[in-house]
């Protein structure tokens, strides 16, 4: 199948999960994420529609975001090392994986130099995986609560990556799990924050995920095929 055949598959799957749980369609994101892949793969799947693309490494991101520049809109959903903060701040729309004050801090010292403000998803580890980033469920509102402060972010709601099974119903209490505490931080009322996204799901899963609740979807392989 063609990337344009896959993308609008997974669009078409997304609709119908969405409609099986008594959402509209329109309320489900689609994050092309596009590590690996190159630009002309890129290019057949945004003249295919895809408006928004994730990408995990700044580095990588650069020349990709050269050429296709605001036709689509940047978010990253990588590991951030603080040292590329200020470049990450440059390109990308929106920073999916914030999950510490350090990190926080230091963007929003290069967003307040750029004179922006930088949305951002809170990045949740549900299951304490060592290998993964973001903050653990109990330290999630007091971070939501000190990010709220800074000038030069503006929290938007939360994303997570949960432990990796084969079956996606597996999946399933964690992605409840990440509505639930969005649920909690909406009812903490924290001033400034909006907690209206939720970011979750990828190829195996995402279903699933919009089923209970994302708002976006993460999709590498389903619509580029297997990464090398
Ligand atoms: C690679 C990646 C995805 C997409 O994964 P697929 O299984 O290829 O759909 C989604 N989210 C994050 C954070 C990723 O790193």
Do not use: C
């Not at 490494?57 to 050269?66: F, G, L, P, T």
């Not at 967003?111 to 403000?117: F, I, N, P, Y």
């Not at 609560?145 to 709601?157: C, D, M, P």
């Amino acid at each position: 199948m063609s990337i344009a055949d896959n993308l609008s598959r997974v669009q078409e799957r997304i609709a119908n999960a969405a409609i099986r749980s008594g959402r509209s369609p329109e309320s489900v994101e689609l994050v092309g994420v596009t590590k690996t892949v190159d630009i002309q793969r890129i290019e057949l799947a945004v003249a295919a529609g895809l408006k928004i693309l994730g990408e995990n490494y700044v580095q990588e991101a650069r020349d990709k975001i050269a050429q296709l520049g605001d036709r689509v809109s940047w978010h990253f959903v990588g590991r951030l090392q603080t040292n590329k903060a200020k470049h990450a701040v440059k390109l990308f729309d929106l920073i999916e994986t914030v999950d510490s004050m350090k990190l926080a801090v230091e963007l929003n010292r290069r967003a307040h130099s750029l004179g922006r403000v930088i949305p951002i998803f809170i990045q949740l580890n549900l299951a304490d995986e060592v290998t993964k980033g973001g903050v653990k469920t109990a330290d999630a509102l007091a971070l939501v609560r000190q990010i709220s402060e800074l000038a030069h972010l503006q929290i938007r709601g939360l994303m997570t990556m949960p432990p990796f099974f084969n079956q996606p119903e597996r999946a399933r209490p964690y992605f409840r799990q990440l509505r639930g505490l969005s649920q909690e931080i909406v009812a903490a009322g924290v001033a400034g924050v909006a907690m209206t996204e939720i970011s979750m799901g990828m190829s195996g899963d995402f279903e699933v995920a919009v089923e209970e609740g994302a708002t976006l979807v993460r999709v590498g392989t389903a619509i580029f095929g297997e990464r090398p």
